[in-house]
């Protein structure tokens, strides 16, 4: 069984001796790539690296493709890099990765033993997954630990797919967690007692316990994309500019009494990034503690940090506050050659981001502590065809010319060569039949993801109310506060809130819980009866009386001058919604201040992300009243994505 522990080098690096490869991390947040080549002691030398951000869309599945494919092209065209052998590294959020223990059995059960607890653990089908495992070792109860890692077939042919578009061919598919066990195992060998490594990633964030031979990690999912978002919501910045300037001039806030910085965006993005690493600090101390109870290990004596994350400034600092222990920057070159042609400067300023590179590289050259592989069968079958594939070619050159001479020198043997394909026929019809098979096999899976693609629609469609509810308590509140700080009133003076909400001509409007709490807001709203019907908030009596046959929806409607009832026509779709909007009478505090509310709230409307501005607009006049504490104006809200009934 492998030793976690770095026990040496083995003669791999004699049969790739001074051919270069690629090592290559498609993170979250960023694609980093080097090229290495064997060291003449056995070791690795860095000939050229790179990093190439890949903004918001890099964890964004559905422009994650195009987004890496093209960071990938621009990337090899620009670094200079001359190597096509390329071993990987899986983006770190979409792998799962547990250690599970098993009961001490036979040898020759334990594949089968594992093979059934992924079955239980991965959380997807084990037909549509790469996965491996390896066993590190036992523990004193003598139960079998083993580390599981899985990741979904389709992302990595996605890689495959971008990686062979560069003209690059894989050799191993690595997980983040081996990795960056690897890398830390060659590089701080020499260390005694617990160590920890806080890998801080995009998307989530990697925790990683050594002790003597032993290994503990856990992947929680907290990101400094976390520190972005949640600077640019508070901001209301887009997501590149906040970027931009969390790493230009953003820093992890030291807390206490600490002078805050003159610049307001550089303040409140320190406090957003303290507030993102303390949420990351309770999970690191939850591991500890799992692995201190139940994995009957020690405590840490000292830290290290390494990836995106931990550029940040003062990053070091605050783990150091935390978790009361020495922290020190993870160096992944630590042990590496670096080649005279590298910018050693450059290299400096992001060194710690490339633990996952340098861990996949090792595995070109030694046998490592960790050896996982997620390339899927269905790569790997075709990489070894591609390789077979000027043999074959070859072979049926010859083939055919041997067929073509024999014909023309051998005239009597046109009955054994009528037989030869008669063989042949019978050989492809089977292959015919599969093909077929295979052909109505793909037809059934593409029909069951479509009709999957439908529900998840469906699904999306069930909350899409809930989300357009939602959005109109933050336009409003955010109008509140705005009106507020312009106007110099005190909190709580200014209230807007919805009196009628409809999504066709006026009907009998329904009660609904009121869009604010606070003191000048009324006790009740109105909504659409059709809506309340589709989300089930109507009684049962009132849903009964306003339907009728066919499976049409109806609602009993009154006119505002003479009282007459009718029928809403029923309809599958939602695109525009009426609200009349009543607000705390501010006339008395400056001459205006109603109209100038009126026009902040469209102004607000127009910008939200759900609305589409161009329709979205007042639909009438300010209701004013001289001597009344409020006063109304309408609305007419048009969906940028209209609503399934």
């Known amino acids: 069984m492998r030793c976690l522990a770095w026990v040496g080098r083995v003669p791999r690096a004699l049969m790739l001796k001074s051919k270069s490869f690629l090592s290559i991390d498609f993170g979250a947040g960023s694609l980093k790539i080097a090229e290495f080549e064997p060291a003449e002691d056995g070791g690795l030398r860095l000939l050229r690296f790179a990093v190439k951000p890949l903004g918001l869309a ?7 493709e195009n987004v890496v494919k093209k960071a990938l092209a621009d990337t090899l065209a620009e670094g200079g ?45 084990l037909a549509e997954t790469a996965w491996d495992y390896q066993i590190l070792g036992t523990s004193a109860g003598g139960e079998l630990e083993v580390l599981l890692v899985a990741i979904k077939s389709e992302i990595v042919e996605k890689l495959f797919l971008i990686g062979e578009g560069g003209g690059l061919k894989m050799d191993v598919v690595d997980a ?10 060659y590089n701080y060998a020499d260390l005694e007692g617990c160590s920890l490594l806080i890998d801080v990633g995009a998307k989530t964030s990697n925790v990683l316990v050594f002790e003597k031979n032993r290994l503990y990690a856990r992947s929680v999912s907290v990101g400094a994309n976390a520190i972005t978002q949640e600077f640019a919501a508070e901001t209301k910045l887009p997501f590149p500019e906040a970027e931009k300037i969390k790493i230009a001039d953003g820093f992890v806030s ?13 303040a409140a993005v320190s406090k957003v990034a303290r507030n993102v690493l303390t949420r990351l600090h309770l999970q690191v101390n939850q591991t500890i503690q799992f692995y201190r109870t139940q994995q009957g290990g020690g405590a840490p004596v000292r830290v290290f940090v390494c990836g995106g994350g931990s550029l940040l400034p003062y990053s070091a600092e605050f783990f150091a506050e935390k978790l009361n222990l020495p922290v020190d920057v993870f160096n992944p070159f630590r042990s590496i050659q670096i080649d005279p042609s590298v910018n050693v400067a450059d290299l400096e300023k992001v060194a710690q981001c490339f633990g996952e ?57 046109a009955g054994a060569r009528q037989e030869g394909l008669d063989k042949i026929k019978d050989q492809v019809a089977p292959l015919t039949t599969r093909e077929q098979s295979l052909k109505r096999e793909e037809d059934s899976l593409k029909k069951a993801r479509e009709e999957a693609d439908q529900i998840a629609q469906w699904l999306d469609d069930q909350v899409q109310w809930a989300d357009v509810i939602t959005e109109f308590r933050r336009v409003l509140h955010s109008t509140e506060v705005t009106q507020q700080q312009k106007f110099g009133l005190v909190q709580g003076s200014v209230g807007i809130w919805i009196d009628t909400l409809l999504t066709t001509e006026p009907s009998q409007p329904v009660a609904l819980a009121s869009a604010d709490e ?31 046959g066919g499976g049409e929806t109806a609602a009993a409607t009154t006119g505002a001058a003479g009282g007459k009832k009718g029928k809403a026509a029923s309809t599958n779709e939602i695109s525009t919604v009426k609200l009349t909007i009543r607000a705390v009478n501010l006339s008395k505090s400056k001459t205006g201040a109603n109209s100038e509310l009126a026009y902040e709230l469209q102004r607000e409307m127009k910008a939200s992300a759900l609305f589409d501005p161009a329709e979205t607009q007042f639909s009438g006049t300010l209701s004013e009243v001289e001597g009344e504490t409020t006063f109304s104006f309408p609305m007419t809200i048009k969906l940028k994505r209209p609503m399934k009934l």
């Open 58 to 64: 890099g964890s964004q599945d559905a422009a994650r």
């Open 81 to 125: 890099f001359v190597a096509r052998q390329a071993n990987l590294c899986a983006p770190g959020y979409q792998v799962f990765s547990k250690f599970v223990k098993l009961p001490p059995v036979d040898s020759s059960k334990v594949t089968q033993i594992i093979q059934y607890e992924a079955q239980q653990n991965v959380p997807f089908p």
């Open 176 to 185: 983040s967690v081996a990795a960056l066990c690897n890398a830390f195992r």
């Open 254 to 266: 030291l807390g206490g009494a600490y002078e805050e910085p003159d610049n307001p965006r550089v």
């Open 357 to 413: 590179v340098v861990g996949v590289g090792l595995r070109n050259i030694a046998e490592c502590p960790v050896e996982l592989n997620l390339m899927p069968k269905t790569s790997r079958s075709r990489q070894e065809f591609n390789s077979k594939k000027p043999y074959l070619l070859a072979a049926a050159y010859a083939l055919v010319l041997g067929v073509f001479a024999t014909g023309y020198f051998y005239t009597r043997v």
């Open 518 to 548: 606070g003191e000048s807001a009324p006790k009740q709203m109105t909504m659409d009866p059709i809506l309340m019907k589709r989300y089930g908030l109507l009684p049962k009596k009132t849903e009964g009386e306003g339907a009728e």
